[in-house]
């Protein structure tokens, strides 16, 4: 009767915890590959947070924690290029828009240690001479382009777009990537331990306060540790609704479509299965670290009846 009243307990509370309700928005038009709708869509998507494994000599308890942690710096890559009849001139005149931006963006508090210019390719560009007489087309070369990308870190988020304007005034357009860093990812590693284990130490407690269990020996544990970061976690939509044309027998029209908007948008780590999310409720985007803990109990087995 007792496991028959526990069991009951847990389908409640996932039912329970499954019927709040959610406004799904327009990234519900996002194409889902491989979804057969006709058989899924109105199925319930459960909630599966793997708490123990247990034989009965065994005990493996897993812990999965996620961190939602801002970034430290910022580092701006933005690409530009040069073309010019010789390589020599190419580089003056690329170098001349470079040196502009970084003493512009000096006043800013900018620092020379806090800039790199990476010099990209030097490439001949290639045209060709039309003859229209003898319907010909001659392949010629028709200069060189320098390309170079500038790499440029920041403590702020705000600065990143006010470097982005200041490089438009240099016909600098190409924002390459910006990536985020945190400067202490061994004090991250060790809090995010410590969570885990916290997580741990209740499961452990729960488990032996239920089942009244004897431990042999010591335990064994292997934890993992890992990070995603912002760039690979953008997803992408484009919402619309457009109406057909049918086309009668012998009926020819040129359809012309219009320019569909998409949207862009981050979708961090799913939360489910986690035990534990941290910083969840923040909005800026930044840095997820995840940390699974396992530890493995050997069991003294029940004596037969």
Known sequence: MKKLTLSFFFIT??????SKAQVGGNQIYKDRNNTDYSTSRNLPEFININNYSATD????VTVKVLMNKTADRYKLTLGLNEEAATPKIAIEHINRRINGFIKRISSMGIKDDDIFVDFISQTKIYDYNINKDSQTAVQ?????ETKKNIIITVNK???IEKLISEASDFQ???IIKVDYIN?????IQEDLLKEAYAVFDKKKENYFNLFKKEIMGNPTASSGFTYVFPKNQYQNYAAFESANITYGY???YVKKEERKSKTFYYDGTDYTGFDKVINNSDPEVGIQYIMNLSVKYDLKKNKEK
Not at 57 to 60: F, H, M, V
Not at 183 to 187: G, L, S, Y
């Open 13 to 18: 509370v996932t039912f329970l915890s499954l």
């Open 57 to 60: 000599s065994t005990l493996i």
């Open 140 to 144: 010629k070369m028709d200069g060189f």
């Open 157 to 159: 988020h705000s600065m």
């Open 172 to 174: 600098i357009y190409d």
């Open 183 to 187: 400067n202490d990812i061994d004090k």
């Open 250 to 252: 012998d009926t020819r």
